[in-house]
């Protein structure tokens, strides 16, 4: 882009999912210019609970060879009179089990799409 090899892209997901019309072209054209991926549902919580197509993002990352790190954002959720709160807004309300849980099965998600997901 400049011509500077340490200058390079960030995928993030969640905001990728507002701003992306196909996260999948967006991940080919960084290509190998893409050196960190951010993932996080649509609505931060479970991977795979929402309605982002990761499918496709894991087919991306195949596609150009990505093999870099994946940093992981979510959050549990928790109902309160009948309404649902991400728990980053209710800190004090959640337990280590509660954020292990959501970590363990985001991150078992993952590794069934990385399975599966063919190029």
Do not use: C
Not at 42 to 63: C, N, Q, V
Not at 67 to 81: Q, T, V
């Amino acid at each position: 882009m400049w011509g500077l090899e340490n200058i390079g892209v960030i995928l993030d997901t969640f905001h990728g999912n507002i701003k992306e019309v196909n996260m999948k072209d967006a991940i080919k054209q960084a290509g190998k210019k893409l050196f960190h991926v951010h993932i996080a549902d649509s609505h931060r919580g479970t991977l795979g609970t929402g309605h982002i197509d990761f499918k496709s993002i894991i087919r991306g990352l195949k596609e150009i060879g990505y093999d870099g790190y994946i940093s992981l954002e979510a959050w549990p959720r928790i109902e309160k009179i009948g309404v649902k709160f991400t728990s980053y807004n209710m800190s004090d309300k959640i337990t280590l089990k509660d954020i292990e849980t959501i970590l363990e099965n985001s991150l078992e998600y993952l590794k069934t799409l990385e399975k599966v997901v063919e190029v």
